[in-house]
């Protein structure tokens, strides 16, 4: 939660757990694998435990949304006319923090290898949802139903105007769409051909041949 001096408050269970204070104007918070803290020209990312700066990335735009893929390792940051595919490195964290403990030297930016840039897109994003943790679906601006794997952007489908991502139902191999009037339709999503297109992509014969076995 922000509040109007720029505090940071922090609640787990609904208890007060911690407060901080940014040195720079909060504009939004994002959650996920790291707690997320956006100003008109960067975004600087924090640790849920000792909230040390993880660290701080430079935009050329406002930051619209993060996506985190369930395993915390790969983030979608999403500006106004594009966004950028993100690894994040929780081994080099924690040795830089390791590291900083023993120096007593903390730097404002954070850890530089903390995040590896892996790609950017120039499309607008206008919902988006993990489908796996190798596999990033989004509906576009001009409602492409769009899904990221490996770096290669591939079509879906098509979506009406003003829908958005609900959900994946696994089990059926439905990607579920809502729009404001609450009218839900589904897309046949099959994650086991996804999955299989992975390693490929990947050059990784063996997993291939076990997802079609």
């Known amino acids: 939660m922000r509040t109007d001096n720029g505090t940071v408050r922090v609640y787990r269970n609904f208890t007060d757990y911690k407060a901080f204070k940014t040195s720079f104007a909060n504009d939004s918070i994002f959650g996920g694998r790291l707690l997320a803290i956006k100003s008109k020209e960067f975004i600087t990312f924090y640790d849920w435990d000792e909230f040390n700066v993880v660290r701080r990335i430079d935009v050329p735009e406002n930051i619209k949304q993060l996506y985190w893929s369930e395993d915390g390792t790969q983030l979608i940051l999403v500006l106004e006319t594009t966004f950028y595919l993100l690894q994040f490195k929780q081994e080099e964290v924690e040795k830089a923090f390791a590291a900083e403990n ?12 903390a995040f590896d840039m892996l790609d950017e897109f120039p499309d607008i994003i206008m919902s988006g949802l993990w489908v796996s943790n190798e596999c990033f679906t989004f509906i576009n601006a001009k409602g492409n139903i769009i899904y990221l794997i490996n770096g ?31 009218k839900v339709v589904a897309h046949r999503l099959m994650l086991s051909v996804l999955n299989y297109q992975a390693a490929i992509l990947l050059g990784d014969d063996k997993k291939a041949e076990t997802l079609i076995a």
């Not at 023993?102 to 290898?113: H, I, K, L, M, T």
């Not at 003003?162 to 439905?174: A, H, M, P, S, V």
Request: aromatic residues 6%; proline residues 0%; negative net charge.
């Open 102 to 113: 023993q120096d007593e030297d903390e730097e404002e930016d954070g850890v530089e290898a």
């Open 152 to 182: 290669r952007m591939m079509k879906l489908g098509n979506a009406e105007k003003k829908q958005f991502i609900l959900g994946y139902e696994g089990k059926q191999n439905r990607l579920y769409l809502i729009d404001k009037s609450l």
